[in-house]
C-alpha cells in the first residue's frame, strides 16, 4: 500500500511522505494530538446523538480528510504495514505464518502443562489432539476478535492465568490410575481414559460457565466504564508486568541451553535491529518494465521465522553429530532436535476438532469460582493488551466501545474453548504484540491471515506436531525478546506523566515492585495457605489474583493515581485523554481517525439505526453521560448510566 504524501496545512504541520522519517517537527507532534477529537460538544467526554457525517459537496471533506490522514500517518511512524494496509496475499501469508510461530511456544507449553493433571503424561496421541484443538480454536478466536471484537491486530491463545485454578479444581479429583504398561490391557487402558475425560470434562464445564462473566463484563459496558478512571500511571504497570512477570517461563525455556538461546537473540537482535534496513536484491519480471531488480527487506519483514529456521538447522547438526548428550536430565539436552520424535510419529493426519469431543462436560460450584479468577485476571492483562498492541500497530488507542466489544468477544472465545475441550480458555498473546514491533507490521490482515493457519493446522494433528519439535533453548531466546519488547511499550506511556513529580514516581516505582514482590512470595513454596477467609473459593481466587503481578500492579497503581492529589496535568491525564481522543471539538475529524474499530460491513445501516447508539458495544456508541459527580453529587449514582438524549435540554 502506497504511503500517504506529506502534507501543509495553516503552515503548522509537516509530514514527511515516508513513515521512516523521524524529523517531525515538534509542532507537528503538538497539532497531530489536538486532531484526534471526541465525539462531544460539551467538553466533559459525553456525547451527543448522531454520527459525523458530510456529503459529497460538503467543501469541508477535504480539509477534515486531510486532518485524519496526517494523524494516521504521525501515528503509524515507522511501520512497513499499518492496521488497515493490505499486504499481498503471499506476503500477508509469511508474515501471518510468523505470527503463527510466534504463539506456538506459549500455545503448546499449555497442553504440555496439563498433561501430568489430566493423566495423559504418556499418551502423546491425545497430547497431540490436545495441542491441536488448542490451534484450533485459537485460530477461532483470532478470526473473531480481529474480525469483530477490538479489531486491533492481537493474536489469541491458551493462557496461563487458567493454570493455577485447573490445578486446585484437579488436585481434588485425587491421584491419576498407574500408567499402562507397554502390553497394557484393556482394562488399564479404559482406566486411563476415563480418569481423562473425567478430569477434561470439569475443567471444560467451569471454563464455559465462568467465561459467561467475562461476556457480561465486556458487552454490558462495564469494562469500558471503568476505563473512565484509567490514565498512564495505571496502564504502565499494568502493561510493563505484562513482559516482566513472564521472565520465569522464558528462562525456563532458555535455560534448556544458553547458548542456543542467546544465539536466537542475537540472530533475532541483528536481523530487526541492525540490518533491517538492507534489502536483498532479486530479479523480476513484468510487462511494463521487462527484467529488473528489486529490494526486498527480508529481514525487516520476517526476523523470527529467520531467527527460528537458522537456530532450529544449527541444532539439528549439533544433534546429528552428537554435540548435545543424549541423556535427559544433562545440560543441553533439550537443544536437541530429535527429542519429540514420538509425537510426530504417534500423532495422525488429519483429525477435525469438534464440541463436546471428550464427552459432556459437567460443572461444580468451586471449580466455577476457581476459573473466575482466571477469567478476571485474564480481563485485566487484555485491557492492557489492547493499548499496547494499538501504539504498536500505529493505530489510536483503543475507545470504549472497542474494549467492551474485545472483551466481550474474549468471552465467547473462552466459551468455545470449552465447548471444544481445549483444557484452557483464550486471551490476547503478549508475545505478538512484541513481533509486531520488532517486524513493524502491524496489518490487521495478516493476524487474519495467521488465524486461518492456525485453524487449518489444526485440523493436521501431525503437521502441528512438527512445530512441537522446535527445540525449547530457541523458544526461550524469542520469548526473552518479545516481553522484553512488550515491557519497553508499557513503560512508553510516562511520556505523558511529569516524571519530575515525586508523586508520580512514587506511583510508578511502588506499583511496579509490589506487583513483583507480592506474586514472587505467593508462589514461593506453601506461602499460598496463609490466605484463609474460611471460605475455599474466595480463597483460591485472592491467590490467583496475588500470584498475577499485572493485576496487583494495576491494581495499586489505579487506587494510587485515583486517590493520591494531582492535577490532570501532573498525572498527564489531559496529554493522554487528548492522544486517546477524549478532548476536543472536531468530530468529524475523529470519526476519520477511529474508523479502524468499526465493523467491516453493514457501518452505514448501523449509523443509520439510533438504537445502536446505546449498545455499548456499538461503534456509534456515545458513551453514558456521568452527572453524578458533576453537580455537587446530587445526583444519584444510577443517574450517570442514563444516556444524553434521554435528560433534558438543561441538563445537557
Not at 500408567?179 to 476415563?194: C, F, Y
Not at 534489502?279 to 529481514?299: A, D, L
Not at 492535577?567 to 479502524?596: A, H, M, P, Y
Not at 459527580?629 to 438524549?645: D, E, N, T
Request: charged residues 15%.
Amino acid at each position: 500500500m502506497d504511503e500517504p504524501n506529506g502534507l501543509k496545512k495553516n503552515g503548522v504541520i509537516e509530514l514527511a511522505s515516508h513513515s521512516g522519517d523521524k524529523h517531525h517537527a515538534e509542532s507537528a507532534d503538538e497539532a497531530a494530538a489536538d486532531m484526534i477529537k471526541p465525539k462531544d460538544n460539551h467538553g466533559n467526554g459525553d456525547v451527543e446523538s448522531g454520527v459525523a457525517e458530510f456529503g459529497d459537496d460538503d467543501p469541508t471533506r477535504g480539509s477534515h480528510q486531510e486532518e485524519a490522514d496526517a494523524i494516521l500517518t504521525k501515528l503509524k511512524g515507522e511501520l512497513s504495514y499499518g492496521i488497515d494496509d493490505v499486504p499481498a496475499w503471499y506476503t500477508a501469508f509469511l508474515l501471518g505464518f510468523q505470527h503463527y510461530l510466534t504463539m506456538v511456544g506459549a500455545t503448546v507449553a499449555v497442553p504440555l502443562f496439563l498433561k501430568g493433571g489430566l493423566c495423559i503424561s504418556d499418551d502423546y496421541v491425545t497430547q497431540a489432539e490436545l495441542i491441536a484443538t488448542m490451534f484450533f480454536v485459537s485460530g477461532i478466536a483470532t478470526l473473531l476478535q480481529t474480525t469483530f471484537g477490538c479489531r486491533l491486530p492481537i493474536v489469541q491463545g491458551g493462557t496461563f492465568s487458567f493454570l493455577a485454578p485447573t490445578f486446585a479444581i484437579l488436585s481434588v479429583k485425587g491421584a491419576c490410575p498407574p500408567s499402562p504398561s507397554v502390553n497394557a490391557s484393556m482394562e488399564e487402558l479404559a482406566n486411563q481414559t476415563k480418569a481423562f475425560q473425567d478430569r477434561i470434562r470439569e475443567i471444560q464445564g467451569d471454563i464455559m460457565v465462568a467465561s459467561l462473566f467475562q461476556v457480561l463484563i465486556g458487552f454490558t459496558g462495564t469494562i469500558g466504564i471503568m476505563l473512565r478512571f484509567i490514565g498512564p500511571l495505571s496502564i504502565t504497570p499494568t502493561i510493563c508486568l505484562i513482559g516482566l512477570g513472564l521472565f520465569k517461563e522464558a528462562a525456563d525455556f532458555a535455560a534448556g541451553h544458553w547458548g542456543i538461546a542467546f544465539m536466537t537473540i542475537g540472530l533475532l537482535t541483528i536481523f530487526s535491529q541492525y540490518i533491517s534496513r538492507f534489502g536483498v536484491p532479486f530479479y523480476c519480471y513484468n510487462k511494463g518494465q521487462g527484467c529488473h531488480s528489486n529490494k526486498f527487506f527480508i529481514f525487516k519483514l520476517f526476523p523470527v521465522i529467520l531467527a527460528i529456521l537458522i537456530s532450529w538447522i544449527f541444532c539439528a547438526i549439533l544433534t546429528s553429530t552428537n554435540v548435545f548428550p543424549t541423556e535427559i536430565d544433562d545440560y543441553g539436552f533439550q537443544a536437541r532436535t530429535d527429542t519429540r520424535f514420538q509425537v510426530l510419529q504417534e500423532a495422525s493426519w488429519f483429525r477435525f476438532p469438534y464440541p463436546g469431543q471428550w464427552g459432556l462436560p459437567t460443572v461444580t460450584v468451586a471449580g466455577v469460582f476457581g476459573m473466575l479468577a482466571g477469567v478476571i485476571a485474564s480481563m485485566i492483562e487484555s485491557v492492557g493488551d489492547y493499548y499496547a498492541c494499538a501504539r504498536m500497530a500505529g493505530a489510536p488507542p483503543p475507545p470504549n466501545h472497542a474494549v467492551n466489544r474485545g472483551i466481550g468477544m474474549e468471552g465467547i472465545s473462552c466459551l468455545i474453548a470449552g465447548m471444544f475441550g481445549s483444557g484452557n480458555g483464550t486471551t490476547s498473546y503478549s508475545e505478538n504484540i512484541g513481533a509486531i514491533g520488532i517486524t513493524k507490521v502491524g496489518s490487521r490482515r495478516v493476524i487474519q491471515y495467521g488465524a486461518l493457519i492456525m485453524i487449518f493446522l489444526g485440523t493436521f494433528t501431525k503437521f502441528s506436531a512438527i512445530f512441537v519439535m522446535i527445540p525449547d533453548p530457541i523458544v526461550g531466546g524469542m520469548f526473552c525478546v518479545m516481553f522484553g519488547m512488550v515491557a519497553a511499550v508499557g513503560l512508553s506511556n510516562l511520556q505523558f506523566v511529569d516524571l519530575n513529580s515525586s508523586r508520580n514516581l512514587f506511583i510508578l516505582g511502588f506499583s511496579l515492585f509490589m506487583g513483583l514482590c507480592i506474586p514472587n512470595w505467593v508462589k514461593s513454596g506453601t506461602n499460598d495457605q496463609y490466605i484463609n477467609t474460611g471460605v475455599n473459593e474466595l480463597d483460591l481466587i485472592i491467590v490467583v489474583l496475588l500470584k498475577t503481578g499485572m493485576f496487583v500492579g494495576g491494581f495499586f497503581g489505579f487506587v494510587l493515581d485515583n486517590t493520591i492529589p494531582g492535577t490532570k496535568k501532573e498525572r498527564g491525564i489531559g496529554e493522554w485523554q487528548r492522544f486517546s481522543g477524549s478532548d476536543g471539538e472536531n468530530e468529524v475529524v475523529n470519526d476519520l481517525v477511529f474508523r479502524c474499530y468499526d465493523f467491516p460491513f453493514g457501518m452505514a445501516w448501523i449509523r443509520s439505526k439510533d438504537f445502536f447508539s446505546y449498545l455499548p458495544f456499538s461503534p456509534t456508541f456515545k458513551g453514558w453521560r456521568c452527572r453524578g459527580c458533576c453537580q455537587g453529587g446530587r445526583r444519584s449514582a444510577l443517574y450517570r448510566l442514563v444516556p444524553a438524549r434521554f435528560r433534558s435540554a438543561d441538563e445537557v
